[in-house]
């Protein structure tokens, strides 16, 4: 069974630009979330997901970050635009229903962004 | 404003020997806690976890304990082998198994010494 798969693994670009992350959850899990790490921190949610719509996002730093997620599929994070301070890890991360298990996420191996 | 609070960045262990990672955290709405380890260029692994409603839980060489009033959380690996170098992330959530907003400490670094 495949994992959780983000592309691209690492995204350089100059501040001023966009850039669109993208995540495949692993096939059936209707939660998606997505993680971010910036450098020496800890990691920090950003939102959830529960099938196509949004559960919870309160951990979105501003209006500079979409996230969608069409057809409850695969998610996708934009930045526009892309400020220094955004550079960093993204985790996405997936589980089950919520209730069904010990509270796993299985978690993606991360989109490294640099905002030169 | 750190609600988990890993105060040992890095941490060295004898192959065979225990490593005990220790984990605090500040807010009392938290009732469930993982810890998930992570090797370079890799995602975060989910370890094992425990309910606010228990103070200890095993899983073969991991065993996690919590001390509810003092805030306090660990992870046993007993016996340590070189395989379980890596980074180590405390994390809590408030509303049980099925809340996975999940708070992180900034980590552990565990190196085993073979």
């Known amino acids: 069974e495949a994992g959780v798969t983000q592309f691209p693994s690492h995204s350089v670009i100059e501040k001023g630009q966009t850039v669109t992350l993208r995540c495949d959850p692993i096939s059936g899990h209707d939660n998606l979330y997505w993680y971010r790490r910036v450098m020496g921190k800890e990691i920090k949610f950003l939102l959830h997901?529960?099938?196509?719509?949004?559960?919870?996002e309160s951990g979105m730093p501003n209006n500079r970050f979409l996230a969608e997620r069409t057809g409850g599929t695969y998610s996708t994070l934009k930045v526009q635009p892309a400020e220094l301070e955004d550079s960093g890890v993204y985790f996405c991360?997936?589980?089950?229903?919520?209730?069904?298990?010990?509270?796993?996420?299985?978690f993606g191996e991360g989109s490294r962004l640099t905002v030169l | 404003d750190q609600q988990v609070k890993q105060n040992s960045p890095s941490l060295s262990v004898q192959e065979g020997r225990i490593s005990i990672l220790n984990c605090d955290y500040t807010?009392?709405?938290?009732?469930?806690f993982l810890w998930y380890k992570k090797y370079p260029a890799e995602g975060p692994t989910f370890l094992i976890s425990i309910s606010s409603i228990k103070d200890k839980n095993e899983d073969g060489r991991f065993t996690v304990f919590l001390n509810k009033s003092a805030k306090h959380l660990s992870l046993h690996i007993v016996p340590s082998q070189p395989g379980d170098s890596a980074v180590y992330f405390c994390a809590a959530s408030a509303g049980g198994a099925g809340s996975y907003q999940l708070t992180f400490g900034k980590g552990t670094k565990l190196s085993v010494i073979p």
């Open positions: 997901f529960v099938k196509e719509s949004k559960q919870d």
């Open positions: 991360a997936s589980s089950q229903e919520r209730g069904r298990n010990t509270g796993e996420l299985f």
């Open positions: 807010n009392s709405m938290f009732d469930y």
